[in-house]
């Protein structure tokens, strides 16, 4: 798979995502890190982040991203303010596979201070490889496609 997913964190993600980042490579992703540095002691904002990041899905040079915060909760209203996003925040195996197969999720929120960090990398896997269904859930996708108007 060399499919590119873009990761992002505030300070309250960095040691998760940074987790994740080292996952996705060895799966062979080609990953995009919008920061913040492992190493950085500054307290950052996440919708500066979810941002950038949500733009570069939304205009299709990312297939999907990955945002990390405390409790994921804050860049995951941060992403769904950009067009064409289906962020969501996900916390264990159900929600993972649910918001890939009905709502086809083009973003992955998660939250460091919320998760076991290796429980976390099961829910990456899972939504990582888990297909949209389709079908009814399109017509709604849809719907809320058409909210952003
Ligand atoms: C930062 O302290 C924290 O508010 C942030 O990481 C996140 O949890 C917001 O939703």
Redesign the pocket.
């Known amino acids: 798979m060399s499919q590119s997913i873009g990761i992002a964190s ?4 960095k040691a998760l995502k940074e987790k994740i980042q080292a996952f996705l490579k060895a799966e062979g992703w080609n990953v995009k890190d919008f920061g913040v540095p492992f190493d950085s002691q500054q307290s950052v904002d ?1 919708p500066d982040y979810a941002a950038q990041l949500s733009r570069e899905v939304a205009n299709g040079s990312l297939h999907r991203g990955i945002l990390v ?7 995951c209203i941060a992403a769904n303010k950009i067009q064409g996003i289906r962020a969501g925040l996900v916390w264990d195996e159900f929600t993972a596979r649910m918001s890939r197969q009905h709502n086809d999720a083009n973003i992955l929120c998660l ?1 460091e ?1 919320t998760l076991n960090h290796d429980r976390a990398l099961d829910l990456v896997r899972i939504w990582l490889h888990t297909e949209f269904e389709g079908a009814r859930h399109q017509q709604r996708l849809d719907k809320i496609k058409a909210l952003e108007q």
């Open positions: 505030d300070h309250g993600g996440y915060c405390g409790t994921g909760i804050g860049m939250g201070r």
